[in-house]
C-alpha cells in the first residue's frame, strides 16, 4: 500500500493529536485537522472563523456544508497526493457522506477508532485547560460524539476498514499498535 489514506476517530482527550503527530511524521502524509483549521480560521479573525467561533466556544458542531467546504479545498493540495490523515472530521453522518463523495471511486484505506473510556479522557480534558475545555463544554463534547460520530463507525466498518485501537497506554505503545493495525487486514 504506497499511498495511505487514513482517518482516524476518537473522543477528544483520547490522544489522537499526539498520535497524528507521530504517523504523519513517520508516513510522510497530510495532517488534515478540521478544529486545527478551524482555530486558525479564529485566530486569524477571517469570516469562516467569525461564523465559527461562538458554536466551538459552546462545544457545538460547525455547519457540515462549512466543513465540508473547507475539507473538499484542503484535499486539493498537492500534499495529499501521497496520503492524508483526517482528524476530527467526519464527525457526523453528513460529513462522512461527503467524504466519500469526495474521494469516490476510491475509499479509505483505514479508519482508525481510539479507544479510551470517558473518565480517562474527562480528566485529561480538565487537565489541558484549552479555552474551550470547561466542564459543560466537555460533556456536551462527550455527548455529541456518542449521538453523532460514533455511529460512523459502522460505516466505515461496512467497507471494511474500520479498526479498533485501544488508547490506553504511552504514546509509543499506542502509535506501536496503531501502525500494526494499518499495517496488517483489518
Ligand atoms: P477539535 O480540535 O477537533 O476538538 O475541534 C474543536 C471544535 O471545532 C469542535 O468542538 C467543533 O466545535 C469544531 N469542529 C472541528 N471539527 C469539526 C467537524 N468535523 N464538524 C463540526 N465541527 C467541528
Not at 71 to 94: C, I, K, S, W, Y
Amino acid at each position: 500500500m504506497s499511498t495511505r489514506r487514513l482517518v482516524i476517530l476518537g473522543k477528544q482527550g483520547a490522544g489522537k493529536g499526539t498520535q497524528c503527530e507521530l504517523l504523519v511524521e513517520r508516513y510522510g502524509i497530510a495532517h488534515i485537522s478540521t478544529g486545527d483549521m478551524l482555530r486558525a480560521a479564529v485566530a486569524a479573525g477571517t469570516e469562516l472563523g467569525r461564523q465559527a467561533k461562538a458554536v466551538m466556544d459552546a462545544g457545538d458542531l460547525v455547519s457540515d456544508e462549512l466543513i465540508l467546504g473547507i475539507v473538499a479545498e484542503r484535499l486539493t493540495e498537492p500534499d495529499t497526493a501521497a496520503g492524508f490523515l483526517l482528524d476530527g472530521f467526519p464527525r457526523t453522518e453528513a460529513q462522512a457522506d461527503g467524504l466519500f463523495a469526495l474521494l469516490a471511486p476510491n475509499t479509505v484505506d483505514r479508519a482508525i477508532d481510539l479507544d479510551v473510556p470517558d473518565e480517562v479522557v474527562t480528566q485529561r480534558m480538565l487537565e489541558r485547560g484549552r479555552a474551550d475545555d470547561t466542564p459543560e463544554a466537555i460533556s456536551r463534547r462527550l455527548e455529541l460524539y456518542e449521538a453523532e460520530t460514533a455511529p460512523l463507525r459502522k460505516l466505515f466498518a461496512d467497507q471494511g476498514v474500520l479498526v479498533s485501537v485501544d488508547g490506553l497506554g504511552t504514546p509509543a505503545e499506542v502509535h506501536g499498535r496503531i501502525v500494526a493495525a494499518i499495517e496488517t487486514a483489518p
